[in-house]
């Protein structure tokens, strides 16, 4: 039996948890983020939680609340580790608690940085949050004719 969606009335949801995952790995993935003292260099993204892009009465709309985990490097920059005796690379994972489709603020938590952790919190997170802000234009961007069809 052939469903027939006249003037796209009934809902259609398109599940989009690969491309979540795809779209923060090539956003993140390797992306490196100065200051005067350090260079903060993402080494991986893992994404879990729920993706969708959903229409109903010809309104497309994504919903979405996902964990972000993001492993980073942060390392004096050259002339620093001269002052400082070949200073060490810090390690740590930076979460992204309830990434969530309608709020703008997210909780973070700061996983082994030690003393880094304020220069995360300061240098690195401001600039994600551009790149987090585009995502749910992008996403029903690149979906809306997949739900519309």
Not at 86 to 110: N, Q, R
Request: hydrophobic residues 35%.
């Amino acid at each position: 039996m052939v469903v027939v969606n006249i003037n796209n009335w009934h809902w259609v949801e398109r599940n989009c948890e690969k491309y979540a995952q795809d779209y923060f790995t090539e956003k993140f993935t390797n992306k490196v983020v100065s200051n005067d003292t350090h260079d903060f260099t993402i080494k991986s993204v893992s994404v879990s939680g729920d993706c969708d892009v959903t229409q109903r009465k010809g309104q497309v709309r994504c919903l979405y609340d996902m964990i972000l985990n993001l492993d980073v490097n942060a390392a004096p920059k050259k002339e620093q580790e001269q002052e400082q005796e070949s200073a060490p690379v810090t390690s740590g994972t930076l979460v992204i608690k309830e990434f969530i489709h309608d709020e703008k603020e997210y909780e973070y938590e700061f996983k082994n940085f030690g003393d880094e952790k304020l220069l995360i919190k300061n240098v690195l997170v401001p600039l994600l949050l551009q790149d987090l802000y585009k995502f749910q234009d992008d996403l029903i961007n690149d979906h809306t004719q997949h739900v519309q069809e």
